[in-house]
């Protein structure tokens, strides 16, 4: 009797680790998720700020047509006003009055 006893407590207690250990992988997982994601909003963020400083640039010297590190940037200027696109993207749309 005492033996099944003694049986019993460890195999609560395996049991006890157990849930545990799935309750803290769920949470690591949870926070691994998250730290991905956010990391991939800062890097989209990052290229969205890149294309705008390309853009910057363009229009400071005076460019249609700019690529740095990758990124091209066209600048069409017209009597309404300017608009500045990255690929199709229209990045900026100034109008004029």
């Given at each position: ?15 006890e680790a157990l849930l545990a ?32 400083r390309v853009a910057k640039m363009a229009l ?38």
């Amino acid at each position: 009797m005492g033996n099944l006893r003694k049986q019993r407590v460890r195999g609560t207690i395996l049991l006890e680790a157990l849930l545990a250990l799935a309750v803290f992988a769920t949470i690591v997982t949870l926070l691994l998720g998250q730290i991905h994601q956010s990391r991939k909003a800062e890097n989209d963020l990052l290229r969205e700020e890149e294309v705008l400083r390309v853009a910057k640039m363009a229009l400071q010297t005076k460019q249609s047509h700019l690529t740095m590190n990758g990124i091209k940037v066209r600048v069409e200027t017209s009597q309404q006003g300017i608009q500045i696109y990255h690929g199709r993207e229209l990045i900026l749309d100034v109008q004029g009055k």
